[in-house]
């Protein structure tokens, strides 16, 4: 039986439908898109907003995602995507005053999230970040970077291992 016309007040949504032709203008594809994590522990100067080089690749649906010079997703298509990572900051010693995580856009700072601790009794943290961001698909590109500081002279770390405690994505949203 073919429907020619769907009236609003006599459709069930709960139905199921059994489409024999084609569907069109509906859904779309999440890309491109990558998610990569930083695979061993390293560290960092203390108070300076680091790069994290995420160098393990979970997805990169269209290779955007450069894993082992500039650690940056420079993605080939148009649109707003949803950007996310997370750092975890640890140190050896001595106790966490901030850490902070920060999406760069071109090189510029355009969303950060941090954590001051101010009973300086945590020796990790994670702290995470999201936002939408317009990439022009030719030349735009993103980056995370993190900030960590412990107010005296030790040894500041991402910390890095396959249960991706520091991780990085993107993804185009369907717009």
Same mark, same amino acid.
């Given at each position: ?65 450069? %894993?082992? =010079? ?6 080939? !298509?148009?649109?707003? /995507? *949803?950007?996310?990572?997370? @750092? ?64 005296? %002279?030790? =040894? ?6 396959? !249960?991706?405690?520091? /991780? *990085?994505?993107?993804?185009? @949203?369907?717009?």
């Amino acid at each position: 039986m073919a429907i020619d016309k769907i009236q609003s007040e006599s459709i069930n949504l709960a139905d199921n439908f059994a489409f024999t032709g084609t569907v069109t203008g509906a859904g779309g594809a999440n890309t491109p898109a990558f998610h990569a994590y930083l695979s061993s522990t390293v560290e960092v100067a203390n108070n300076v907003a680091t790069k994290l080089a995420a160098n393990t690749e979970v997805l990169d649906t269209n290779n955007c995602y450069d %894993n082992s =010079t500039n650690y940056r997703f420079q993605p080939t !298509t148009a649109g707003k /995507y *949803f950007v996310y990572g997370m @750092i975890n900051g640890q140190t050896n010693g001595y106790r966490l005053y901030f850490v902070k995580t920060k999406i760069y856009k071109n090189g510029s700072e355009i969303a950060t999230n941090g954590n001051t601790i101010n009973d300086n009794v945590l020796y990790r943290l994670g702290v995470g970040v999201q936002s939408i961001v317009d990439m022009n698909g030719s030349s735009d590109y993103v980056e995370l970077f993190g900030h960590i500081d412990i107010h005296a %002279n030790g =040894t500041e770390q991402f910390l890095g291992a396959s !249960t991706q405690p520091c /991780y *990085f994505g993107a993804y185009k @949203i369907i717009t």
